[in-house]
């Protein structure tokens, strides 16, 4: 069992035992939650159900804080419970608790960190899922990490998870991309076609039609415009999201499904779920066009779904695609990371569960803000018009996949942020990236120095490690699991990269005192336990690094 859990129990015991003495009256109830204070000289864990018993035991939070702490149950995993300040119940463990992790930690190895709150739920998390016509924008790299680091964080937490990208394959982007496309193929083919009034102006757009008529010979030259446009339709296709995918893998993200929005029309989804609206009054015709009837859910206003030319909306195909998530696939949860101008399109999604049948709470839309880069102190601005593309992949070259995901993953998705280039540059500890690896590779190589040394530690004792500061960084390392949940509950997988980092200070505060390598027969028992820690900790940041999606080097 988790210490956080059988603290729980402890708790709940004490409370219960409180109240059948007559201590306290057998009256309301309240969650106990038990976590870890900010400030260590608070204890180790502490809980604040003192104060959520107050109004209805009518007694003062520090009464009822007392009679708990008096009823607590005797445990040789804990040293201390007490009061604390207007109500909190303080508890601090033992050093043997502390010891013994270090022990469960290197048996867990790789798992470590891995929890079940989560065990039983098929959850898909959908991210990108940017229109297929160019390569992507640094504007869409910060939702690529949070929902990748997302996803591996909810997947440590035991959750079924399902990694999707939807492809735009049948809306009106597409068409534009694809008659630009149209326009580039017959001028390498040598032919006078102006671009379309509305186009995509970028030079990946020659050089991908010049790549087709070589491939094809221009056998698409004397085709009629319609015949043409259709038959570079998939082609363009193609090789797009092959690039997407290029670009995604070398941040380290891969998917489990692809998902076309043109199979929603293909196997009849889409017009099975208007047909559903339909029955159940949510659709209203009006001005020449097919509404959704919004406003009988509480919104401000009604939604087109099918326009007057009989063009299909996005929000139509959401509806059907999120249809079919739930009603087809089955998953108990669908989080979508979209982009922070989806805003408004929030509570129409939420409308639309209701009008299918479907619990809104089941669907989270997480919209993460825009980013602003900076440079030698200056702010750049970055604009996908008139042939100014940063594209991922330069961000890539530029400073590293893994600058690029611990950057990101590092604020809430609800924060906006300006990404620093000079600062992911650096090859020092004030790059925080820089600073979390490092920690790694240090303690690769202090373990690499005693293999080298003939050193071997599985018989160490770890009843040795009494320092304050070795106790100190275990606490820290032991933390993992509990900040796994925690950001699985709350959709927060920067609580990972905040986590390695204080890891990394304790590690720094742990080599500054505590010396590992032994500078005679005298010092070796206590080396063999410190390099058991060293082990747990190197667990513990490998553990880290791979939840961020980054490497864990052994050198630096």
């Not at 003192?50 to 804080?65: H, T, V």
């Not at 998917?255 to 076309?260: A, G």
């Not at 929005?261 to 017009?271: K, Y």
């Not at 609206?277 to 020449?288: F, K, P, Q, V």
Request: aromatic share 8%; charged share 25%.
């Amino acid at each position: 069992m988790r210490i956080t859990a059988q603290l729980r129990d402890a708790v709940a015991e004490a409370l219960s035992a409180a109240q059948a003495e007559g201590k306290l009256p057998a009256a309301g109830s309240a969650e106990i939650t038990v976590e870890q204070p900010r400030d260590q000289g608070h204890g180790d864990f502490a809980t604040n159900l003192p104060l959520r018993l107050a109004r209805a035991m009518q007694m003062a939070p520090p009464a009822i804080a007392a009679a708990i702490v008096d009823a607590f149950p005797a445990s040789p995993d804990v040293k201390q419970v007490e009061v604390a300040g207007p109500g909190f119940i303080n508890i601090t463990l033992a050093d043997a608790w502390f010891q013994d992790q270090v022990e469960a930690i290197r048996a867990a190895g790789p798992e470590f960190g891995n929890t079940d709150s989560k065990s039983g739920q098929r959850i898909q998390v959908e991210f990108v899922s940017v229109n297929p016509t160019g390569p992507l924008h640094v504007g869409h790299a910060r939702g690529a990490v949070i929902g990748s680091g997302l996803a591996n964080v909810l997947e440590a937490a035991g959750a079924d998870i399902t990694r999707e990208y939807y492809v735009n394959d049948a809306g009106n982007q597409m068409r534009v991309f694809t008659e630009t496309l149209y326009a580039r193929y017959m001028q390498a083919a040598g032919r006078d076609v102006q671009l379309p009034e509305t186009s995509y102006p970028g030079d990946y757009v020659i050089d991908l039609a010049r790549d087709i008529y070589e491939e094809d010979g221009g056998a698409l030259v004397d085709l009629t415009r319609e015949e043409a446009i259709i038959a570079l339709h998939k082609p363009g296709l193609e090789r797009n999201l092959a690039l997407i995918r290029e670009d995604l893998e070398r941040l380290s993200i891969t998917y489990d499904v692809w998902f076309s929005e043109q199979s929603l029309f293909d196997s009849g989804q889409f017009d099975a779920t208007m047909k559903e609206l339909e029955d159940g009054g949510y659709l209203i015709d009006r001005d020449d066009a097919r509404w959704f009837a919004s406003t009988r859910l509480g919104e401000d206003k009604d939604n087109v779904v099918i326009r007057s030319s009989g063009a299909h909306t996005y929000f139509a195909s959401d509806i059907a695609y999120h249809a079919e998530k739930f009603k087809k696939r089955k998953f108990d949860r669908v989080i979508d990371v979209w982009g922070a101008d989806h805003h408004g399109h929030v509570a129409r999604m939420k409308a639309m569960m209701v009008a299918l049948g479907m619990d809104p709470g089941r669907l989270t839309i997480i919209l993460n803000q825009i980013v602003s880069f900076k440079e030698g102190g200056e702010s750049l601005r970055f604009s996908k018009r008139k042939n100014v593309i940063v594209t991922v992949s330069e961000l890539i070259d530029d400073v590293g996949a893994d600058a690029v995901r611990y950057t990101f993953l590092s604020r809430g998705a609800e924060s906006q942020m300006e990404f620093d280039l000079d600062l992911a540059r650096k090859q020092s500890s004030e790059n925080p990236v820089y600073y979390v690896q490092y920690a790694h590779a240090r303690l690769s190589g202090i373990l690499r120095n005693a293999a080298e040394r003939s050193i071997t530690w599985d018989d160490g004792d770890v009843g040795l490690l009494t320092h304050r500061l070795e106790i100190d960084l275990i606490r820290q390392i032991a933390a993992l699991p509990d900040v796994v949940d925690r950001a699985a509950e709350r959709l927060e997988p920067q609580q990972i990269p905040h986590y390695a980092t204080e890891v990394a200070r304790a590690l720094q505060r742990f080599y500054d005192v505590c010396r590992v390598l032994p500078d005679d027969a005298d010092d070796l028992p206590v080396s063999k336990a410190r390099l058991k820690l060293v082990e747990a900790a190197q667990i513990a940041i490998a553990r880290c690094l791979t939840l961020m999606g980054m490497s864990a080097p052994d050198r630096m």
